[in-house]
Structure formats: structure tokens, C-alpha cells
């Protein structure tokens, strides 16, 4: 049997890139390494600080549309907590366990990319937060790992992105108890 060009060129494809995701996997090894050391504890979250750095389209995860027909609006200095205590119950185990890292030193490539740009100094895009408007409470549709390794920083307050066809109802619950 006979290897065509085309599946040639597919394989070698496939070869570099597994080569890069197997480097990749080492880059968090020692970023697991310098965690488990102690040396990431003054990592400070940094956040592009206005809506015309960010493009939501750009995401990884594509949002869904009709979330941004109405635009975004930009929230500074959100407290943690307050908006922690309007999501649903099911995110906030995810957000405030204390471990970032699974114990066994398992690779979570979204946390290692996400250290990795704040230690390189580089903003990222606000947590997106919506409603869901059954429950009336709110969630993170797009920023859950950047939201929990923020927590685990110890951010008091953090900026966050929200629809405008939520924003009303999304800063009634965030500040409810003020």
C-alpha cells in the first residue's frame, strides 16, 4: 500500500503538532513545579481594562451571537465574593477550590496558558458573565479558569463582561447586598 502526498503532508502535520502539545505538556510541568514550590504566590491577575481591547468573537469558544447584538458592557472592580454568591450553585464549587492544580500534578493546559500570559505580564479578557434567566442568577459563560485562578490569587475585585441585554439584572445581583 501506497502513501499519497496528502496523507503524507497529514501525518507530518500531525507529527508537529503532537510534538508542540508534548512540549507544551512540559512548560506546565514546571509551571506545576514552581506552584508546588511556592514561587507562583505573588502572581497578580491582569485584565484588559476597557472594551476596546477585547473581541469576544476571538474566543476559543465561539459565544453565542444573540448574546452580542446588543454590544457588551465593561464592569470594573466587581467584588469576588458578591458575584460569587449571584451564580448558580453548580460553578461555585469549581471557582473556590483551592487547588488549581489536581494534586496528582495532572496538566491543565487552560490553567498553564493562563499563568503563563499573567506571568509574562499580558492582560486577558474579563470573565463574561450572563444570566440565566430561569433561576434568575448569573454564570460564567466564557473566563471560568481565569476567574478560578484569580480567586485562588486571593482578587478582591476583579472586572467582568456582560451582555447588555443582562446588564440590568446581572449588577442588581452583584450588588444585592449592598
Known amino acids: 500500500m ?4 496528502d496523507e503524507m503532508a497529514l501525518a ?3 507529527f508537529e503538532d503532537r510534538k508542540k502539545q508534548l512540549s507544551y505538556i512540559n512548560t506546565c ?4 513545579k514552581e506552584f508546588k514550590a511556592g514561587k507562583l504566590v505573588e502572581l497578580t491577575p491582569i485584565w484588559h481594562s476597557s472594551v476596546d481591547k477585547i473581541d ?3 474566543q476559543p469558544h465561539q459565544l453565542n451571537e444573540e448574546l452580542l447584538v446588543e454590544g457588551f458592557s465593561f464592569i470594573p472592580n466587581v467584588d469576588m465574593e458578591e458575584l460569587l454568591q449571584s451564580f448558580q450553585k453548580a460553578f461555585t464549587p ?14 491543565d493546559t487552560q490553567t498553564c496558558r493562563i499563568i503563563e500570559e499573567w506571568l509574562s505580564g499580558k492582560p486577558l479578557i474579563p470573565p463574561l458573565i450572563i444570566m440565566n434567566t430561569l433561576l434568575d442568577e ?3 459563560a466564557d473566563g471560568k479558569h481565569r476567574l478560578k485562578i484569580a480567586y485562588y ?6 472586572p467582568i463582561i456582560v451582555p447588555n441585554m443582562h446588564k440590568e439584572r446581572v449588577l442588581e445581583l452583584i450588588t444585592k447586598s449592598n
Open 56 to 58: 469576544l468573537k476571538s
Open 29 to 32: 510541568k514546571a509551571l506545576f
Open 138 to 140: 448569573t454564570y460564567p
Open 2 to 5: 501506497k502513501i499519497t502526498d
Open 12 to 14: 507530518n502535520k500531525w
Open 153 to 158: 490569587l486571593g482578587a478582591k475585585t476583579l
Open 94 to 107: 469549581f471557582i473556590r477550590d483551592k487547588k488549581i492544580f489536581n494534586s496528582k500534578g495532572f496538566v
